[in-house]
C-alpha cells in the first residue's frame, strides 16, 4: 500500500467515552432519520398523529374536564411525557443488539449504546416539546414560562426512570428473549393510568388514590400545572417521582455492573 | 510482546461449562506473525477477540506494551444499517480523527476496497467479499503494531488476495499479525510461529511447519473413519482410491440404466 496509515490518537478514557457516545447518537440520529423523508419534522409528526387519534375519539367529552387548558395541549404534555418514560425503556431492550457490530472496538462499551440511546430520546422530546410550546404561544395560549425549571425537572426526573426500566429490562433481554413482548403488553395500559387523557381529579377518590402510586402521574400532573398556572395538580409532587427514579435507576445501573462481562460477550 | 497468564473462559452449555481455555499461559514474542491452528469451535476467534479487549476473560490476564487493532472478521465491525462511509466515519470519530485526518483514511479506504458506489450503500446489502474489502482497508488505514485478522481472505476474488498478500508485506515492515486461518498454505506464506488450540488447551509453536504437524497429527488422530474413501483419500492411499471410484462408477452406471429403463414399480408415462 502506497498511502501511509496513520496512528490513532491517544485519549483519556473521559474523553474516548465522550467520543464514542457522540458517535452513537449521530449514528441514532442517521438511522432512524435517515431512512424517513420526513426527517426531523418526523419528531413533532408522530405525537400530532398520536394525539390526534385520540382527540377524535373522545376529546369532545374529556375536554369539558379540563376548563383550564386547551385540550390538545393537555393531551400533548401527557403524551410526551410518557413517550419520554417508555422511550427509553423500549430503546434499551435491544441497545446491545442493534450496536452488536459496533462492540468490535474496544472503546465502544455496552453502556455506552445504552446512554446514547437515552440521550436521544431525551434531546428529541425535550425539541418537541419546546417547540408546542413556542407554536402554543404563538397561537396565543396561555402559557407560563415562570416555572421553567419545574418543567426541566419533570421531564428529567421522567426520562430517569425510563431509563433506569430501561437498563433493566436491557439487561433482562439477554437472559430471556420474551422480554420485549413482555414489556410491550406492560406499557399499553400506561396511557389510560398516567393521567394522560383526564386530569387526576376528574376521577372517583378511590381511583385517585390507586393512581398516586403511579409516578408518572406526578411528574405529568406537576408540568401541567407549572405551564399552565391554572390547572390544579393537587395531591401530586415531585417528591415521590424523584425518590422513585433514584431507586430505579440505582437497581439498573447495579444490575447492569453485576452483568457487564455477561453483555460484553457474545 | 503480548504475555497471557493463567487466561481461563468458558461459555455457558446446556449441561455445565465448554471450556475455550483452561488455564493458559504463554507468551507472543513481537514481531511474528502467528498463525492460529485448530479445529472448529476451539475458541480460535473467540481469543481473537480476548486479546483485542473486546471480550472479557472469565478469568486471568493479557498483558501487552503494543498497539492491538480490533479483531478483523466478515461478522463485524460494521452495522448494517449504515453505509460503508458511515461505517468509516464512525471508527474517525470514535477515535477522535479531525476532519482532515478522517477524510484521509475515507480515500486510504476507498483506494483500497474498490467497491465502487456500494461504498454509499449500506452494508448490510454487500457481498462477503465486499465487507471483507472494507474491512481489510479500514484497518489497514490505521497504525498497530499488531493486526488480528480473522478468516478475512477466505472470501476475496483474486485481486482481494493479490492486495492482501501485498498488505501482509508491507505490515510485516511494521507490525505483526495474528491470523486465524483453515487455509494452511496462506498461514504458511504469512505466518513465522504457530498457535494450536485445541480442547481447552493453547501451544506456542515458534516454528510455524512444527505447529502445522502438530494440527495435522491431531486430525489424524481424530478423523473419523466410517467412510472409506475419505480415509483412503486423507491418507493418500493412491490404490484404494482408484478401487473405490470404480466401484463408484459402477454404482452410476447401473443408477442410470435404472433411469433409462424405469422398473414396474414407477407410474407409466404418457
Known amino acids: 500500500m502506497p498511502a501511509a496509515p496513520i496512528p490513532i490518537p491517544k485519549h483519556s478514557p473521559w474523553t474516548t467515552q465522550r467520543l464514542v457516545i457522540g458517535a452513537l447518537l449521530k449514528r441514532e440520529v442517521s438511522t432512524r432519520f435517515g431512512e424517513y423523508r420526513l426527517g426531523f419534522f418526523w419528531l413533532l409528526v408522530q405525537p400530532l398523529i398520536g394525539v390526534l387519534v385520540i382527540g377524535v375519539l373522545i376529546g369532545s367529552i374529556a375536554q369539558r374536564t379540563v376548563p383550564e387548558i386547551p385540550y390538545a395541549f393537555f393531551l400533548l404534555n401527557g403524551y410526551l411525557l410518557m413517550n419520554l418514560l417508555t422511550g427509553p425503556m423500549n430503546k434499551g431492550i435491544n441497545a446491545i443488539g442493534a450496536n452488536q457490530g459496533l462492540l468490535v472496538y474496544p472503546s465502544v462499551r455496552p453502556l455506552d449504546t445504552f446512554i446514547a440511546r437515552f440521550l436521544f430520546e431525551l434531546l428529541s422530546i425535550m425539541f418537541s416539546f419546546s417547540v408546542f410550546c413556542i407554536l402554543g404561544m404563538f397561537f396565543g395560549v396561555f402559557i407560563s414560562l415562570a416555572n421553567l425549571h419545574i418543567v426541566l425537572l419533570c421531564l428529567v426526573i421522567t426520562w430517569c426512570i425510563g431509563c433506569g426500566l430501561g437498563l433493566i429490562f436491557g439487561v433482562a433481554a439477554a437472559y430471556f428473549n420474551e422480554v420485549d413482548k413482555f414489556v410491550m403488553i406492560l406499557q399499553r395500559p400506561l396511557l389510560f393510568i398516567s393521567a394522560v387523557l383526564f386530569p387526576v381529579s376528574a376521577l372517583p377518590e378511590s381511583a385517585q388514590r390507586l393512581l398516586l402510586y403511579n409516578p408518572l402521574v406526578h411528574t405529568i400532573e406537576q408540568s401541567r400545572h407549572a405551564i399552565f398556572p391554572f390547572y390544579s395538580a393537587a395531591g401530586t409532587d415531585l417528591i415521590y417521582p424523584g425518590v422513585f427514579a433514584i431507586v430505579v435507576l440505582s437497581i439498573g445501573l447495579t444490575l447492569f455492573h453485576g452483568n457487564r462481562d455477561f453483555l460484553s460477550q457474545r | ?270
Open chain 2, 1 to 270: 510482546m503480548i504475555e497471557i497468564r493463567n487466561l481461563t473462559k468458558y461459555y455457558p452449555v446446556k449441561n455445565g461449562l465448554r471450556y475455550v481455555l483452561r488455564d493458559v499461559s504463554l507468551t507472543i514474542p513481537s514481531r511474528t506473525n502467528l498463525a492460529i491452528l485448530g479445529p472448529n469451535g476451539a475458541g480460535k476467534s473467540t481469543f481473537l477477540r480476548m486479546i483485542g479487549g473486546e471480550e472479557p476473560a472469565n478469568s486471568g490476564t493479557i498483558l501487552t506494551d503494543e498497539e492491538i487493532s480490533w479483531p478483523l472478521g466478515l461478522t463485524s465491525g460494521f452495522q448494517g444499517s449504515l453505509t460503508g462511509r458511515e461505517n468509516i466515519l464512525f471508527v474517525c470519530r470514535i477515535n477522535g480523527l479531525n476532519f482532515d485526518a478522517s477524510r484521509y483514511v475515507i480515500r486510504l479506504v476507498v483506494d483500497f476496497a474498490e467497491i465502487g458506489e456500494y461504498f454509499d450503500m449500506p452494508v448490510s446489502t454487500y457481498s462477503s467479499g465486499m465487507r471483507g474489502r472494507l474491512s481489510f482497508g479500514l484497518s489497514m488505514a490505521f497504525k498497530f503494531d499488531v493486526y488480528l485478522i480473522d478468516e478475512l481472505t477466505s472470501v476475496g476474488d483474486t485481486i482481494f488476495r493479490e492486495k492482501a498478500k501485498a498488505a501482509f508485506e508491507d505490515i510485516r515492515k511494521r507490525g505483526s499479525l495474528i491470523y486465524v486461518s483453515h487455509n494452511l498454505k496462506t498461514l504458511r506464506q504469512a505466518c513465522q510461529s504457530a498457535l494450536f488450540m485445541r480442547d481447552g488447551m493453547a501451544d506456542f509453536y515458534p516454528d510455524i511447519d512444527d505447529g502445522i504437524a502438530a494440527y495435522k497429527e491431531y486430525v489424524r488422530a481424530h478423523r473419523n473413519n466410517s467412510n472409506p474413501k475419505r480415509k483412503a483419500l486423507l491418507d493418500g492411499d493412491a490404490r484404494s482410491i482408484a478401487k473405490l471410484e470404480k466401484k463408484e462408477r459402477r454404482k452410476a452406471r447401473r443408477r442410470r440404466k435404472k433411469l433409462e429403463n424405469p422398473t414396474d414399480g414407477s407410474p407409466p408415462r404418457n
